[in-house]
């Protein structure tokens, strides 16, 4: 049986090269146009061809979005685009309109072209359909319970991809123009503005039936589908993406992380996961995350439970302090980059692609001038700390909260 | 053009006939209407008997498991030979094709219709399409020019802006403890910096919210009439006398009188909050 794929998004190029070196299968990307995120989307054409070099030479994959939902004067420029994704080697783009997907399959016929859930396909009677009009794959809604996606799975002769973490439209994904409204930015062409994450008051006539301390609002907690990746893999999905491409190294290492060690755990286990590792999972998966997460419609209903009242938008981790860009054996000392405040005699964790979460108290810690210091908060700023074991270029380190 | 009238009240049929060409009704499946499987054919006998057209909405997004139900719908749709049927979601097309009526489908496809390639792919597979709303008024015009006599539009009524599985308003109920009636259709969200009134609406399929104004333009319809396939009328939360005097217009705008009637209907109802939408509010990917 193939092997899942395990799908990461990047930002730009340092992040993609991250999401690689931290154990995904594959990397999906923006470029500067024709994307959604256009905030994210950050890769021009020479790292457009830079990243699929490098995805490739470690054993990935490329994957571009080209999901805009295009207007007749988003289209000049697409062809010599597609050829040029194409002449890289990338591996496939991810597209919303089935007009793109005749034009991709005329010029570059080897380019695979996936489906976005922006198409919110639901069902296997839209897959077929879809693989009649020439596509290679298909991202499903994120409106499906478990026992749905193993229906349209089992019953689809193409590679279904589904969402297993990350931020959840409320609405169904392209079909929403609640920020064109509000804002006059198009949702649709990468500048939603997230107006469903907003408050709202809410009436009937002229009665407010809305309560003050606690607005009306369509913000939903993010997804994490850990408990049901096994199931996934069983039934047969061939890729499980991650969202987030406007997301820090730090989250995509550390999602990317724990999901290929689950992944892998899953494959090299003959028995079920254990209620234990799933915990173990959760609770790695918690630490990037910045928002409440649930289940979503994997479980059946979103309930009340599955939103967020009086929560606008993400919070901010800085468990995160530093990543370590060399390391002397000889003298046990880690170069690093701050990222966040942190101090001497403080319990940090390191983690990296070779390395599973270690912990060591920050003893010493020295600045580019040799010159001790006891509170690192300058990011950017190169550090030597004193590391009593083996690190990484790429690893990194963060705080370690104990219960007090 | 020919003027296709969402039939909110089966009532309104009698009177809608001196005015439009066709209405658009539905039950299962469908995000607009929800009558009863005896209504639905009654709707098409009058229709039928009063030289309209029908159309049937089965335009709600279908998870894997009602599909059954759906495909068992089918086999009543295409007992009830209606005209043209309105759908939203792709799997339709193989489910149609099933039945043998596929020929009778019309993709509404809300906000995805947007550019001529898409447009052009589904019409050359003999299925009209229906424009999103979002376009202006020179990429509207291009792409009914290029595909003229196959887009519908929608030229009259609230615009939908977002559709969920989500019951937002029942999982709020819940959330503030509140007893209130979430199947109203006079409920509104007003966000809390805004001014806009958004009617919001609550059924099986989940929750859809509306645009606070009503798309309501003549000059630009004058224009743009000969290649509309089918200008859809949505009356959905909008006054009843209002709705019919901008039908009556309808019958005798063209591009001489177009301004004139608008401004009547303006001053006539000078509270309604009547817009042309997207038509010169380019919307863009600004970040």
């Not at chain 2, 309104?12 to 209504?39: A, E, M, Q």
């Not at chain 2, 003229?148 to 929608?154: A, E, F, L």
Request: aromatic share 10%; hydrophobic share 40%; proline share 2%.
């Amino acid at each position: 049986m193939k092997k899942v794929e395990l799908l990461a998004p990047a930002k730009d190029i340092a992040k993609a090269k991250i999401a690689v070196l931290y154990g995904a299968d594959a990397v999906y990307v923006g470029g500067k146009s024709f994307s959604l995120r256009s905030r994210a989307s950050n890769f021009d054409l020479d790292d457009l061809k830079e990243i699929t070099h490098f995805a490739h030479t470690h054993g990935s994959k490329l994957y571009v979005t080209v999901n805009i939902v295009f207007h007749d004067e988003d289209l000049v420029g697409i062809k010599e685009y597609i050829k040029e994704l194409d002449s890289f080697g990338v591996d496939a783009i991810i597209v919303s309109s089935i007009g793109l997907v005749q034009i991709a399959k005329t010029i570059a016929p080897n380019m695979e072209c996936h489906i976005s859930t922006q198409m919110s396909s639901l069902n296997s009677d839209a897959v077929a359909v879809l693989e009649g009009f020439g596509a290679d794959r298909i991202v499903l809604g994120r409106e499906l319970s478990m026992e749905e996606v193993k229906n349209v799975t089992m019953k689809s002769m193409l590679p279904v991809e589904v969402f297993i973490h990350g931020g959840m439209c409320s609405n169904y994904s392209g079909r929403c123009t609640l920020s064109n409204r509000m804002t006059l930015r198009d949702a649709n062409r990468g500048g939603c503005a997230q107006s469903c994450r907003w408050k709202y008051r809410l009436y009937q006539g002229t009665n407010l039936l809305s309560s003050d301390d606690k607005l009306f609002s369509m913000s939903s907690k993010d997804l994490r589908a850990s408990a049901y990746i096994e199931d996934m893999i069983r039934c047969g999905v061939a890729s499980l993406k991650i969202e987030g491409r406007m997301k820090s190294e730090y989250y995509i290492a550390q999602v990317v992380k724990t999901y290929r060690k689950l992944i892998d755990e899953i494959y090299a286990s003959t028995v079920p996961l254990s209620a234990e590792r799933l915990a173990y999972y959760d609770n790695e998966l918690s630490k990037a995350e910045n928002r409440p997460a649930d289940d979503g419609f994997l479980s059946g209903d979103c309930d009340n439970t599955k939103h967020l009242y009086g929560i606008n938008g993400s919070g901010v981790t800085h468990d995160y302090v530093a990543i370590v860009r060399r390391y002397d054996a000889n003298r046990s000392l880690a170069l690093v980059e701050v990222k966040n405040k942190f101090s001497v005699n403080e319990e940090l964790e390191v983690f990296g692609p070779c390395l599973d979460n270690t912990q060591f108290v920050n003893r010493l810690m020295f600045n580019e001038e040799w010159k001790s210091i006891e509170v690192a908060n300058k990011p950017t700023e190169l550090l030597y700390l004193r590391v009593p074991f083996a690190v990484n270029k790429d690893d990194m380190i963060r705080k370690v909260h104990t219960e007090e | 053009m020919e003027i296709v009238a969402c039939l909110s009240n089966k009532a309104n049929l009698p009177r809608l006939k001196d005015y439009v060409g066709g209405v658009i009704f539905g039950s299962l499946f469908s995000l607009r209407f929800h009558y009863s499987l005896k209504d639905c054919r009654e709707i098409v006998d009058y229709c039928h008997q009063n030289d309209l057209k029908a159309y049937i909405a089965v335009d709600a997004l279908i998870s894997e498991n009602d599909k059954t139900m759906m495909y068992s719908y089918f086999e009543f749709v295409r007992s009830l030979d209606v005209d043209g049927i309105y759908f939203s979601d792709l799997g339709v097309i193989n489910i149609a094709r099933g039945y043998g009526i596929a020929d009778r489908l019309i993709y509404e496809a809300d906000t995805l219709m947007t550019n001529s390639l898409d447009a052009a792919f589904f019409i050359r597979m003999g299925i009209d399409v229906v424009a999103a709303r979002e376009l202006e008024i020179v990429e509207l015009t291009n792409l009914l020019k290029k595909n003229s006599g196959h887009m519908d539009m929608q030229i009259f009524g609230h615009f939908r802006m977002s559709s969920s599985k989500r019951k937002f308003l029942t999982n709020y109920q819940k959330e503030i403890d509140k007893d209130f009636d979430v199947s109203a259709k006079d409920l509104r969200i007003v966000e809390e910096s805004r001014y806009y009134e958004l009617p919001i609406i609550e059924d099986e399929f989940g929750t859809r919210i509306y645009t606070d104004y009503i798309f309501c333009a003549y000059e630009e319809l004058a224009k743009l009439r000969p290649y509309i396939r089918r200008g859809i009328v949505d009356d959905t939360f909008v006054n009843q006398d209002l709705f019919f005097d901008f039908l009556a217009d309808l019958k005798k705008l063209d591009e001489n009188n177009a301004r004139y009637l608008r401004n009547s209907l303006l001053n006539k109802y000078s509270s309604a909050p009547l817009s042309e939408g997207y038509l010169y509010q380019k919307t863009v990917d600004k970040k």
